[in-house]
């Protein structure tokens, strides 16, 4: 039993399932509604954005980083495509790539403020961040730009199993993290560098490098998100309100999951659970007839419990 | 004085100086390393040990002199040179290890053997961990386990295999038995005789002489920044060294 409780102690990917499970269960006592197919295909649509852009934090948070950019670069990169093919008369792939590229400048960026100047990741990629939504803002002036030619729409109409494009690439691109964090060396490198940066550099890793690469992929992950959230809104309109407040579903998933703030642990399947928890609660609130403001109450909390969770493992760890 | 001139150092220091603000930290200090030897340097407090461990580790630099590695000139200006231009591994106090990974990825962290270049080849790495932690005799209950689960001694252990499966060919050792038991002192002790059998130079740094004259062959002492004696182990004893270190003999 001891054991067991250990094991779970430190496997937290697997011991979330349960509370997970106990979730679903609770909401489904409310109202039967939270297991219907449409229900749920509904809720993997919804996972997929934040799920996706999670697959890059994880790995950021694994070495040791975070990023708190990611809802607004999504809405910059949807916003500035939308204006490339609106207002500049780009082509839909040359406006794709120009953007994804941005995204990578603003991943850049962020390594830049954090290693080579030494501002903590939160407060850089917190000020990046503003940076970036407030440009969305200015550049539409607050209103939406529509509408978008039919072609930008053709991943998002793209409807497998009644789900979407974005979900079965989500699916694939975590299964790609999973694998590069367990079995490559780019893996073990992460982990090294976000556990002891000292170790990582006596053993020849450019931590630098590390960190750089695992920020560019979370803001390249997220203007993806932002390109294919255009490509999946009917009329895809270049909104700047686009992922309001999915930074945080995204931090609160990645923690839930196992990913700890100090680096060096979590896991890809892990981070997936816990954004698919968090989403959990946020539409069983509203499915189970739960006033529906208390969704962002309810995110708080848990995002305090899972980080109480992460400080007191660590101390005792430490210890 | 000198032990077995016969053969070519590996390691030189000739005429090291550095000052921190007016403080002369080192003064033209002067020592050899050899091949299969372990040299202990030895000194007070603030007599200059680890200011010159740090720079021959390319942590601090020289103000002058020279660093020879088989008799050629070498520049260190920061800790990948000492690694990759001449051999060094510094097994520093806090050992460096990644705790939340287990000693053999620890040993072979960044050069793990891999199938066609991408994935780590898991199989190979134990088993070679396996083989180099038996012939060290490094006592261990497993090459997979977290290193957070290891004693001091035994991550004393996981870092030298470290530096060992890099082929490093110069252990500097800093305080390697402090905070170690007795029994964990005697198997370092056994690891740097090891060590020494295979060929590889130690420098140790220590302030405890019982340790030292155990596995010392030659003794190097430092007081306020300078060399004050050199003396081979079977030339000399406690009494004599600790003349040295305080000063009581010139």
Known sequence: MRKLFNYLYQKQEIAILIPFLLLILFFYSRNYAMLDPLTISSILRTIAFPALISMGMVQLMIAGEIDLSTAAVMSFCAVLSAKLIKDFNFEVPEAVIIVLLCSLLIGCVNAFLTVKIGIFSVIATIGTGFIVRGLSYSFTNGVPIYPMPESFAFLGSLRPLNISFTFFLMLAVAFFVQILLTSTKWGTAIYATGSNRQAAEVSGINTFRVKLICFMATSFLSGCAGLLTMSQ?????????????????????????????????????????????????????????????????????????AVAWDVIRHKKNLA | MVSDNTKLPILQTKNIDKSFGHVQALKNVDIDLYPSEVVALIGDNGAGKSTLIKIISGIYQKDSGEILYKGNKVEINEPKDAVDKAGISTVYQDLSLVEVQDVGVNIYLNMEPTFMGLFINYKKLY????????????????????????????????????????????????????????????????????LKEDKKTVLLISHNLEHVFEVADRLIILRRGEKVGERTKKSTNKEEIVGLITGAIK
């Open chain 2, 127 to 194: 088993r070679d961990a396996e083989k180099l932690i038996k012939n060290l005799k490094i006592d261990l209950p497993s090459v997979r386990v977290n290193v957070a689960e290891l004693s001091g001694g035994q991550r004393q252990g996981v870092a030298i295999a470290r530096a060992l499966a890099r082929g490093r060919e110069i252990f500097i050792l800093d305080e390697p038995t402090a905070a170690l038991g007795v029994e964990q002192q005697a198997n370092i002790n056994s690891l740097i005789l090891k």
């Open chain 1, 233 to 305: 809104l009917p009329g895809t309109p270049g909104d700047p309100i686009i992922g309001l407040n999915l930074e945080l579903d995204i931090l609160a998933g990645v923690i839930v999951g196992g990913v700890s703030l100090y680096g060096g642990r979590g896991s890809a399947i892990g981070s997936l659970i816990g954004v698919a928890f968090i989403q959990i609660v946020r539409s069983g609130l509203v499915i189970g007839h739960f006033n529906p403001y208390l969704q962002l109450p309810a995110l708080g909390l848990l995002l305090m419990l």
